[in-house]
């Protein structure tokens, strides 16, 4: 079986596919630390990983940590996506390509093998990041902002009486009308920034890229965007999707 792993700021999304490649998943999650994903792998694939291929946008250290853990523990070997100029008729549109964002550009790989098209690609993690490319595969660059986790942490880190758990900062989640709390408030408020973020992208990609631009949302909160975008493609697996492209298996 083959493991692919996408190391976010907060989270490491994990899956397994069957040796011979295609399009079918064995299994998949999402881990909080390099422990939790050896644990959850060991208790499911004792013995059966045969090669990983990773993207990271942790510290080479950090990555590199991971990378001999899976050799120690599993025996298997890792590709490590790296970045490039140009790649599957993609060009990197950032002045130097090595500082843009790895999981950003394989985003952009996985969006435009799909559509070969004009894109507009909103990942929604620890960070929000939009990345524009034209039907010719430019990639015209982006933007990065704040995403919910850090827009509502600031606010509970640098004040001193904004304090609610998960579980009611959900409840909070599901009306846009004034709140009457401090978590609908503060929830709402950063849901309203999103919502602002989304439509500027969108009037942008309009601009940059003409009408005929498709949509993907990805990341952990892409669902939060969903809602305003009908028309957009959510593709959980967008970065997995330009991973298999940078790190083709013989015989892929
Ligand atoms: N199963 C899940 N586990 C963790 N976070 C999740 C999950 N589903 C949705 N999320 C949301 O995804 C966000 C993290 O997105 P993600 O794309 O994993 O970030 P990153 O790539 O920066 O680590 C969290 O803020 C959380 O709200
Ligand atoms: C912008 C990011 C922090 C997003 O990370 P994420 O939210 O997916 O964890 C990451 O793509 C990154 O570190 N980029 C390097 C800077 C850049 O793209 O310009
Ligand atoms: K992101």
């Known amino acids: 079986m083959i493991l692919e792993l996408d190391c976010g700021n907060s989270f490491i999304k994990w899956r397994v596919l069957p040796r011979q490649g295609g399009a079918q998943v064995v299994a998949g999650g999402v881990v909080g630390s390099d422990e939790e994903l050896l644990v959850a792998l060991a208790s499911r694939f004792p013995g059966e990983l045969f090669m990983c ?7 080479e250290d950090e990555t590199r940590l991971l990378v001999d853990a899976l050799k120690n523990r599993f025996g ?19 002045d130097e390509y090595r500082r843009l964002g790895l999981d950003r550009w394989l985003a952009v790989v996985g969006a435009y093998s799909l559509e ?10 620890t960070a929000i990041t939009s990345d524009f490319i034209d039907s010719a595969g430019s990639h015209l660059g982006g933007f990065i902002c704040p995403g919910m986790p850090l827009m509502r942490n600031q606010l509970r880190t640098h004040t001193r009486r904004i304090r609610y758990d998960d ?13 009457r709390s ?4 503060v929830e709402r408020g950063c849901l309203l920034m999103l919502r602002g973020f989304v439509d500027t992208q969108l009037e942008l990609a309009r601009q940059q890229c003409g009408d005929d631009v498709t949509v993907f949302l990805t990341g952990g909160d892409a669902v939060l965007a969903a809602q305003w975008v009908p028309a957009a493609r ?3 697996d967008l970065v997995f999707i330009g991973l298999a492209i940078a790190c083709p298996l013989a015989g892929e």
């Open 76 to 94: 298997i070997d890792c590709r490590v996506a790296a970045s490039a100029q140009s790649l599957a008729g993609v060009s990197n549109g950032y």
């Open 234 to 236: 959510v593709v959980p």
């Open 167 to 179: 579980a009611v900062a959900e409840q909070a989640q599901h009306s846009l009308v004034p709140g």
């Open 182 to 185: 401090t978590a609908e408030a």
């Open 53 to 59: 291929r990773l993207v990271s946008v942790r510290s």
């Open 116 to 125: 070969r098209r004009a894109c507009l690609i909103l990942d929604l993690g």
